[in-house]
Nanobody, 122 residues
Framework: QLQLVESGGGLVQPGGSLRLSCAAS???????IGWFRQAPGKGREGVSC????????NYADSVKGRFTISRDNAKNTVYLQMNSLKPEDTAVYYC????????????????WGQGTQVTVSS
């Protein structure tokens, strides 16, 4: 079974940056990796997704131009670089994996990490 572990969350001031990591282990397969976030009282929102090769990426409109997804397959790790952070970015961020194409619908993903908290506040 594929295992995913997120890291890199924390407290940052508005306008600051964080880089989240999603480390995969347990299996070697070609997976599409999505990032989702969930704030208290809100549903799980698709943030970004990257193809197994890294050649294709998707972003939610709310993060375009500020967030960048990338992957280092040699390290079995996917990253989410978050710049120009806003208070509305505050949420628990999850990475998720599926074997086919990117989807912004969270039930489409088969494997999930435990989440990492991102708090953007002055």
């Amino acid at each position: 079974q594929l295992q995913l572990v997120e890291s890199g969350g924390g407290l940052v001031q508005p306008g600051g940056s964080l880089r989240l990591s999603c480390a995969a282990s347990g299996v070697t397969l070609d997976y599409y990796i999505g990032w989702f976030r969930q704030a208290p009282g809100k549903g799980r929102e698709g943030v970004s997704c990257i193809s197994s090769s890294g050649g294709s990426t998707n972003y939610a409109d709310s993060v375009k131009g500020r967030f960048t997804i990338s992957r280092d397959n040699a390290k079995n790790t996917v990253y989410l670089q978050m710049n120009s952070l806003k208070p509305e970015d505050t949420a628990v961020y999850y990475c998720a994996a599926r074997r086919r194409y990117c989807s912004g619908y969270y039930p489409a993903y088969d494997y999930w990490g435990q989440g990492t908290q991102v708090t953007v506040s002055s």
